[in-house]
């Protein structure tokens, strides 16, 4: 029986070769008898064993390799096809190490430790493994390292060094392989590639596009696509980062500097609400290239190819005089004397209910907190007169973040999505479920639009009435949800940018009310709300609410850099004030514009989408006369005769203090509180409008005034939306 047969599995261990001479029927059984191996977040250790590695002594985990063992012990192996974060392939041989008793050298990568193993890893024997097979990858490479893009960077150069021969044996002619088109971010020599498959493990199991693979066999093998495409993933920049050679490398980067020409500070991503960790290579005043730093409970070692590419978009429609539009629809030049005084003159002038805000997307806690001091002079509350915010509070900070974190994502068993797309709100996050469904068989279901998110989920519907349905426990995934142990919605913020964003909110605080979504028992909040600004939980932190005040229409404009703006959100007859960084749609409704620091020109705080506190960096100087978001503020203060209390940027931290002490705590997540009462539903809120729940964004590659700005997002739109988006292909009648 089944029970029998599962035995002999666990005591014996014969795999499914053996089992073939059994029964199908009690095959099946025993597979299905079979447990399945699940994912922790917390290490599991295994019972020590002593190894000897180079004639000392080592205790380590019994679950290591050799490779593993070797690296917690401090003992350098070369390798080129071992990556951390992916699966081992074992191709490139490079990491062979020479084991007591063994016949031959081991491949350190795919080689388990053993209890008493005796590992040499400097013998004459390994050393001559290594040199051998570095003669056999260095015998088809091309000999171009001057004009390599990845020279000084480079695996290859580095370990041939110590490893290689002085001259090599063979003279034949060196194969030549035809590159391929990947697209405008990918440049391909792939006469230079080794084969070590990184990018095909990376394109599978990190970014979910199983497109790319080897064909041929031997001399003819090649990395490719087998049918010409491109390779459309939000992640593809990151195959240049595991390239161990310069096969593939960085096209808008491609022969524009070398690394030791170039100085780094370390940041943050505001593309996505993630805040992906980052760091910014620049060359006097300008921004070369931006790269991924590691941050484990964030984006691991990834990034998206905006965040990675759209940097070129600060270069161009940049805003450096303040100006003044005249009578004929131009602009003319100002000091910022005149600027300031002409704006403050115009502030005085109203007060209260007649003056509005409006906070952009890449707004600063610095900024944000001057903007609502100046604002509270003048007894003005109004923060937010577009009529597509999200429809969120400030009340509770449980309310309005992304309560289970990032990394939480590894421990959920099922997931529902609400009215929002991973794949291109936040495609770093994307690839964590992605990583969930295959490592502990995470189970997601998704209302709204169905889009391929590259892991298959459960479509429940694309109407908000499936979530009515759910709310009210009608449904059967309520079934699903009930029987979770660490369920988690999330829900997008654009969907709450809807007429009925408020209910839909409300529909899903009944769900994680009715559900064990919030389990306090378990020290479990799967209450989530994904942001699609990095600047939102800012402005929420120190209480600055997304929900329109007030229907009056203002007189008095005051955008501070938001440039996704509705033509009827601004009226005909107000005064409209821009600071910010670009000439994009904001600027369009301006009769003063201010020029402002970008996020890559100035030392400032953000937060991220759940709740973590983190520090932009200045890494060049802004262009022209402008200056940082706070810095403005304050100065337009005097004019107005309302001087706010601080002059640099410690005193205004200060007060940022006063407001919300968390927001000093760097790269820490301050524990939210009454997470019950944040996700209670509350009463009189509007009714749902049963419609589509739609995909918000059409362009991927142009959602704010910087991507908009940027000649690479440009390029990639053209090459890639006919290809991804539905609106963007070309239609045929017949």
């Given at each position: 029986?089944?029970?029998?047969?599962?035995?002999?599995?666990?005591?014996?261990?014969?795999?499914?070769?053996?089992?073939?001479?059994?029964?199908?029927?009690?095959?099946?059984?025993?597979?299905?008898?079979?447990?399945?191996?699940?994912?922790?977040?917390?290490?599991?250790?295994?019972?020590?064993?002593?190894?000897?590695?180079?004639?000392?002594?080592?205790?380590?985990?019994?679950?290591?390799?050799?490779?593993?063992?070797?690296?917690?012990?401090?003992?350098?192996?070369?390798?080129?096809?071992?990556?951390?974060?992916?699966?081992?392939?074992?191709?490139?041989?490079?990491?062979?190490?020479?084991?007591?008793?063994?016949?031959?050298?081991?491949?350190?990568?795919?080689?388990?430790?053993?209890?008493?193993?005796?590992?040499?890893?400097?013998?004459?024997?390994?050393?001559?493994?290594?040199?051998?097979?570095?003669?056999?990858?260095?015998?088809?490479?091309?000999?171009?390292?001057?004009?390599?893009?990845?020279?000084?960077?480079?695996?290859?150069?580095?370990?041939?060094?110590?490893?290689?021969?002085?001259?090599?044996?063979?003279?034949?002619?060196?194969?030549?392989?035809?590159?391929?088109?990947?697209?405008?971010?990918?440049?391909?020599?792939?006469?230079?590639?080794?084969?070590?498959?990184?990018?095909?493990?990376?394109?599978?199991?990190?970014?979910?596009?199983?497109?790319?693979?080897?064909?041929?066999?031997?001399?003819?093998?090649?990395?490719?696509?087998?049918?010409?495409?491109?390779?459309?993933?939000?992640?593809?920049?990151?195959?240049?980062?595991?390239?161990?050679?310069?096969?593939?490398?960085?096209?808008?980067?491609?022969?524009?500097?070398?690394?030791?020409?170039?100085?780094?500070?370390?940041?943050?991503?505001?593309?996505?609400?993630?805040?992906?960790?980052?760091?910014?290579?620049?060359?006097?005043?300008?921004?070369?290239?931006?790269?991924?730093?590691?941050?484990?409970?964030?984006?691991?070692?990834?990034?998206?190819?905006?965040?990675?590419?759209?940097?070129?978009?600060?270069?161009?429609?940049?805003?450096?005089?303040?100006?003044?539009?005249?009578?004929?629809?131009?602009?003319?030049?100002?000091?910022?004397?005149?600027?300031?005084?002409?704006?403050?003159?115009?502030?005085?002038?109203?007060?209260?209910?007649?003056?509005?805000?409006?906070?952009?997307?890449?707004?600063?806690?610095?900024?944000?907190?001057?903007?609502?001091?100046?604002?509270?002079?003048?007894?003005?509350?109004?923060?937010?007169?577009?009529?597509?915010?999200?429809?969120?509070?400030?009340?509770?900070?449980?309310?309005?973040?992304?309560?289970?974190?990032?990394?939480?994502?590894?421990?959920?068993?099922?997931?529902?999505?609400?009215?929002?797309?991973?794949?291109?709100?936040?495609?770093?996050?994307?690839?964590?479920?992605?990583?969930?469904?295959?490592?502990?068989?995470?189970?997601?279901?998704?209302?709204?639009?169905?889009?391929?998110?590259?892991?298959?989920?459960?479509?429940?519907?694309?109407?908000?009435?499936?979530?009515?349905?759910?709310?009210?426990?009608?449904?059967?995934?309520?079934?699903?949800?009930?029987?979770?142990?660490?369920?988690?919605?999330?829900?997008?913020?654009?969907?709450?940018?809807?007429?009925?964003?408020?209910?839909?909110?409300?529909?899903?605080?009944?769900?994680?009310?009715?559900?064990?979504?919030?389990?306090?028992?378990?020290?479990?909040?799967?209450?989530?709300?994904?942001?699609?600004?990095?600047?939102?939980?800012?402005?929420?932190?120190?209480?600055?609410?997304?929900?329109?005040?007030?229907?009056?229409?203002?007189?008095?404009?005051?955008?501070?850099?938001?440039?996704?703006?509705?033509?009827?959100?601004?009226?005909?007859?107000?005064?409209?004030?821009?600071?910010?960084?670009?000439?994009?749609?904001?600027?369009?409704?301006?009769?003063?514009?201010?020029?402002?620091?970008?996020?890559?020109?100035?030392?400032?705080?953000?937060?991220?989408?759940?709740?973590?506190?983190?520090?932009?960096?200045?890494?060049?100087?802004?262009?022209?006369?402008?200056?940082?978001?706070?810095?403005?503020?304050?100065?337009?203060?005097?004019?107005?005769?309302?001087?706010?209390?601080?002059?640099?940027?410690?005193?205004?931290?200060?007060?940022?203090?006063?407001?919300?002490?968390?927001?000093?705590?760097?790269?820490?997540?301050?524990?939210?509180?009454?997470?019950?009462?944040?996700?209670?539903?509350?009463?009189?809120?509007?009714?749902?409008?049963?419609?589509?729940?739609?995909?918000?964004?059409?362009?991927?590659?142009?959602?704010?005034?910087?991507?908009?700005?940027?000649?690479?997002?440009a390029k990639c739109s053209t090459a890639f939306n006919h290809v991804k988006g539905t609106n963007f292909r070309e239609k045929t009648f017949g």
């Amino acid at each position: 029986d089944r029970r029998r047969v599962h035995g002999i599995i666990e005591k014996t261990g014969i795999g499914k070769r053996m089992l073939k001479s059994l029964s199908k029927s009690l095959f099946r059984q025993a597979l299905a008898a079979a447990p399945r191996k699940g994912f922790h977040a917390s290490r599991r250790y295994h019972a020590e064993i002593e190894i000897f590695i180079d004639g000392r002594s080592f205790k380590c985990d019994n679950g290591l390799t050799i490779f593993q063992a070797c690296h917690e012990a401090g003992v350098v192996i070369p390798r080129f096809c071992y990556h951390e974060r992916l699966s081992v392939a074992g191709n490139c041989r490079m990491c062979l190490v020479e084991v007591e008793r063994a016949p031959k050298p081991v491949a350190a990568c795919a080689a388990q430790v053993a209890p008493g193993m005796r590992i040499n890893t400097a013998s004459e024997k390994t050393r001559i493994a290594r040199g051998g097979v570095m003669e056999f990858l260095l015998a088809n490479h091309p000999l171009d390292c001057p004009i390599c893009d990845q020279g000084g960077e480079c695996d290859l150069q580095d370990i041939s060094q110590v490893y290689g021969y002085r001259q090599g044996r063979y003279m034949e002619y060196k194969r030549s392989v035809e590159d391929k088109n990947f697209g405008p971010l990918i440049a391909t020599i792939m006469t230079r590639c080794i084969h070590c498959t990184r990018c095909v493990r990376f394109a599978e199991e990190v970014a979910g596009y199983p497109e790319l693979g080897t064909t041929g066999r031997g001399k003819a093998t090649e990395i490719g696509t087998y049918i010409e495409k491109m390779i459309t993933s939000e992640l593809s920049g990151n195959l240049v980062d595991v390239c161990p050679v310069g096969a593939l490398t960085n096209a808008p980067y491609a022969f524009t500097s070398r690394p030791w020409e170039l100085k780094s500070v370390e940041s943050i991503d505001l593309m996505d609400s993630l805040g992906s960790a980052m760091q910014i290579d620049f060359r006097g005043a300008e921004i070369m290239r931006i790269l991924p730093r590691v941050h484990e409970e964030i984006n691991e070692e990834w990034i998206s190819d905006k965040g990675r590419h759209a940097f070129d978009g600060l270069k161009k429609q940049r805003l450096t005089v303040p100006l003044r539009r005249n009578p004929d629809g131009g602009f003319s030049e100002l000091t910022w004397q005149e600027a300031l005084v002409e704006v403050g003159r115009k502030m005085a002038e109203f007060s209260g209910p007649d003056m509005g805000a409006i906070i952009g997307e890449f707004a600063d806690v610095e900024g944000i907190v001057a903007l609502r001091d100046l604002f509270h002079r003048f007894d003005c509350e109004n923060f937010e007169i577009r009529s597509n915010a999200p429809k969120l509070n400030a009340d509770l900070r449980a309310g309005y973040l992304l309560n289970s974190r990032i990394a939480g994502i590894d421990e959920a068993d099922v997931l529902l999505l609400v009215g929002v797309n991973p794949r291109i709100d936040a495609p770093v996050f994307n690839a964590r479920i992605l990583k969930a469904t295959r490592r502990n068989n995470l189970k997601v279901a998704v209302i709204g639009s169905p889009a391929d998110l590259t892991y298959d989920y459960l479509h429940l519907g694309s109407t908000t009435r499936t979530l009515l349905e759910i709310a009210e426990g009608r449904h059967p995934f309520c079934g699903r949800l009930a029987n979770a142990k660490l369920p988690m919605v999330i829900v997008g913020a654009r969907a709450l940018e809807r007429e009925d964003g408020s209910a839909i909110l409300n529909a899903v605080k009944t769900i994680a009310t009715n559900t064990p979504i919030i389990s306090p028992s378990n020290g479990w909040n799967g209450f989530n709300i994904l942001h699609s600004e990095g600047s939102r939980v800012g402005a929420l932190d120190v209480g600055i609410s997304s929900v329109r005040l007030s229907e009056r229409r203002p007189k008095f404009v005051f955008i501070l850099g938001a440039d996704n703006i509705r033509n009827q959100d601004i009226p005909e007859d107000a005064f409209v004030v821009y600071l910010g960084h670009h000439g994009d749609e904001g600027a369009y409704y301006a009769d003063i514009i201010l020029p402002a620091a970008a996020y890559t020109e100035k030392s400032v705080t953000y937060v991220n989408t759940e709740g973590r506190v983190q520090q932009g960096r200045l890494a060049v100087p802004a262009p022209g006369q402008a200056r940082t978001d706070w810095e403005v503020i304050r100065a337009l203060s005097e004019e107005c005769g309302q001087a706010l209390p601080y002059d640099t940027i410690e005193e205004i931290r200060y007060r940022i203090a006063e407001l919300a002490p968390h927001l000093l705590k760097y790269d820490y997540i301050e524990p939210t509180v009454f997470g019950e009462l944040a996700a209670r539903p509350q009463q009189g809120k509007s009714e749902l409008l049963l419609t589509p729940l739609t995909d918000n964004i059409d362009n991927y590659y142009m959602t704010d005034a910087i991507s908009r700005s940027s000649v690479v997002m440009a390029k990639c739109s053209t090459a890639f939306n006919h290809v991804k988006g539905t609106n963007f292909r070309e239609k045929t009648f017949g």
